[in-house]
């Protein structure tokens, strides 16, 4: 009993990277915007976060801080894409490579760096129970904040004007643009915010999850959210269904390998999360779920304002 | 003030000056990258830039870095034109590598003209392989081939990690992760005694001329262009769509298989654990410095090699982290994708005129 709630509980944990990139990403494409970056971001705030965290001792300046490069990441991804215009899946791209090189660079002083690891905050009188509370209420900040924030964009989306605008942007940008909707300073808001979320992913790469600099410790994880998104059809609240079933798998796999269940080399099961995005991304694109059919309809196009 | 106007025509000329400008401002952020890092930004530019091939050995090098990238880059160019996006170069080539790279370790000890030739064809055959994943999946079920190709970068590069520490792994190694070394009959020759410039740099040329002829010459590069640019024209004209996925990732992964299989058969001489310092993403900078032109791929990949070569010399001479690479190429692919504004785009000041639709 006690196993299945730690093994549970850190499925919670291996999923928290993914959820902030993912739910970072999925703001940005119902504004109609295709990030493909989201890798770049991560590791720009993984390294900030871990270099600011060691240098000042305080684990919020670093958090705070790899906010800040996730979303000044993305600043330059914006005025490429939504001021000059450019191809939103090769600044992608580009950012990306820039990403893994600038943060090579700057973490190429801190490899082996040990640093203590973002302490836990168990919620008072909650993290008592029975269960539930080593399950739910025994995390780090950024666990609950994860969530906290996808049930916000969740509620932001769905019940907010602010929520409904964003989306008639991604829907139909000339109409929102006739309505008098500023088109472009919404998708920059909306980029932004996924920035920032991509750098909150990537410092609790580095400041929690294994409190250490490595360099490309993403591996992946920006491009499994951005399956993830596909994945959910663009609904919050399916991202965190998807984050924990990719987290679960992570979990599975190191837990496999650990107790050496399978007699196969530990590369092969590693492969495991990547062949789960694949064979997910199949399933949605068969049968009766299409999700492709539910994609913001702007999504990857660019708007030039004609009036 | 400055606005943009759209040009009625994109500017051939412009297309052809903004990767220039692209690399100057490249070269000037750099400068300034260099400064900001505490180095002597003109040391330091010479380190990287002019050092690395003022020497006939240099100048090699850059070959041999160049090959890779170029024929890479060949390939994806052709995708990239017919809108079909694989990113996952660096696992086709990784495969690749692996597949020609066996059937060298099988032919171990033996001598013959026939064990290059197999090899290559190993090698195109493992870049292939995998890259039909993406396109069965594109061309069948409209599954996104960008993060499939991806996806299975990573497990390529597991599956050599795997190969190489397992089954792979020489007998006679004392244990390291990498293979027997490739007999003479399976390492490509030299072109210049006491360089690494290999036979490859010479096929490589030859494909370039051979893709460059088929996009510019037959109906099938205009298809390529027709689908890309206009898809509703195409699928009028009848053009298919599923073809075209499947030409574009054979071709981009059947080449980077092969420049895989260059990478083991030539400068390296075994399979080891890695085998590219990505390459396979690199040649995506390529490609679009070429303007996804054959030709222009073969400028694009000197230069950009250039940048392996300045990151590696200018660790060695200035003590500066090798990083500074990615940094560079990076920086390289924004500064183009902002100049290429003006491809599209008139730079006016003043008031926009009135009427001018």
């Known amino acids: 009993m006690d196993g299945t709630v730690a093994l549970l509980a850190a499925v919670i944990v291996a999923s928290t990277p993914l959820l902030f990139a993912a739910i970072g990403e999925l703001v940005a494409e119902r504004s109609g915007v295709l990030n493909l970056g989201v890798e770049g971001m991560m590791l720009a705030g993984a ?18 801080s790899a906010a800040v490069a996730g979303a000044g990441m993305a600043l330059v991804f914006a005025v490429l894409t939504l001021t000059l215009m450019a191809n939103q899946v090769a600044t992608g791209l580009a950012l990306t490579i820039f990403g893994v090189g600038l943060s090579a660079l700057v973490g190429s002083g801190f490899v082996g760096t040990p640093l203590p690891r973002l302490p836990r905050l168990d919620i008072p009188g909650l993290s008592d129970l029975p269960v539930l509370g080593p399950l739910l209420f025994r995390h780090d900040i950024l666990v609950y904040g994860a969530v906290a924030l996808t049930l916000a964009v969740a509620w932001f989306l769905a019940k907010t004007r602010g929520g409904m605008i964003l989306r008639a942007v991604g829907e139909n940008h000339e109409a929102a643009h006739g309505l008098g909707y500023n088109v472009i300073r919404i998708r920059y808001l909306a980029v932004l915010f996924g920035g920032l979320c991509a750098g909150l992913g990537g410092a609790f790469l580095s400041i929690a999850y294994t409190p250490m600099w490595i360099e490309q410790m993403t591996a992946g994880r920006g491009w499994i959210a951005l399956a993830l998104v596909v994945f959910a059809a663009w609904r919050p609240l399916r991202v965190l269904v998807g984050a924990y079933l990719f987290g679960g798998v992570t979990i599975l796999q190191l837990h496999a390998q650990g107790l050496g269940l399978f007699a196969v080399p530990s590369q092969v099961m590693s492969m495991l999360p990547y062949i789960a995005t694949i064979i997910v991304l199949v399933i949605i694109s068969v049968g009766p779920w299409k999700a492709r059919l539910q994609a913001p309809a702007c999504l990857g ?7 | 003030m400055v606005r943009l106007e759209p040009r009625a025509q994109i500017s051939p000329v412009m297309s052809w000056l903004t990767p220039v400008l692209a690399v100057l401002l490249t070269v000037a952020a750099g400068a300034v990258l260099f400064a900001a890092m505490g180095y002597d930004p003109v040391r330091s530019l010479r380190a990287f830039f002019i050092a690395p091939i003022s020497s006939a ?61 197999l090899m290559m064809i190993a090698g195109v055959l493992g870049g292939m392989a995998w890259a039909a994943i993406p396109a069965f999946l594109k061309a069948k079920f409209d599954v996104n081939e960008i993060l499939v190709s991806l996806m299975l970068t990573y497990v390529g590069l597991l599956l050599l990690s795997a190969l190489i520490y397992g089954p792979l792994r020489s007998p006679e190694g004392f244990g390291f992760p990498e293979s027997r070394m490739f007999s003479p009959s399976a390492q490509l020759p030299n072109l210049i005694a006491g360089t690494r410039l290999h036979l490859g740099a010479v096929i490589t040329g030859v494909i370039v001329l ?35 996925i499947w030409i574009s990732l054979m071709m981009g992964g059947g080449l980077a298989g092969l420049a895989g299989l260059f990478e083991v058969a030539g400068p390296i001489g075994q399979i080891v654990p890695t085998i590219s310092p990505g390459y396979g993403f690199t040649a995506i900078i390529v490609a679009f410095l070429g303007r996804l032109h ?5 400028l694009a990949g000197l230069l950009v090699a250039l940048s392996y070569l300045g990151g590696e010399n200018a660790q060695i001479t200035v003590g500066m982290p090798q990083a500074v690479t990615g940094v560079f190429q990076g920086m390289l692919l924004f500064f183009l994708l902002a100049a290429d504004v003006l491809v599209r785009y008139r730079l006016r000041v003043g008031k926009p005129a009135l009427a001018r639709s």
């Open chain 1, 301 to 307: 196009r660019p708007f030039a304002p004609t009036t």
């Open chain 1, 47 to 64: 390294v900030t976060g871990f270099a600011v965290t060691l240098t000042t001792g305080s684990h919020l300046i670093g958090i705070g």
């Open chain 2, 294 to 298: 054959p030709l222009g791929c073969v």
């Open chain 2, 210 to 244: 051979v893709v460059w002829f088929l996009m510019s010459r037959t109906l099938f590069g205009f298809q390529v262009t027709v689908i890309g640019q206009a898809p509703a024209a195409a699928r009028f004209a009848g053009f298919s769509r599923a073809r075209m």
């Open chain 2, 57 to 117: 050995y240099g100048l090699a090098e850059l070959g041999v870095k160049a090959t890779p990238l170029i024929l890479i880059a060949t390939g994806l160019a052709v995708g990239f034109r017919a809108g079909v996006w694989n990113i996952g170069a660096e696992g086709q080539l990784t495969l690749g590598a692996l597949a020609g790279g066996y059937v060298g370790l099988l032919f171990w000890g033996q001598a013959g003209w026939y064990i290059l030739p």
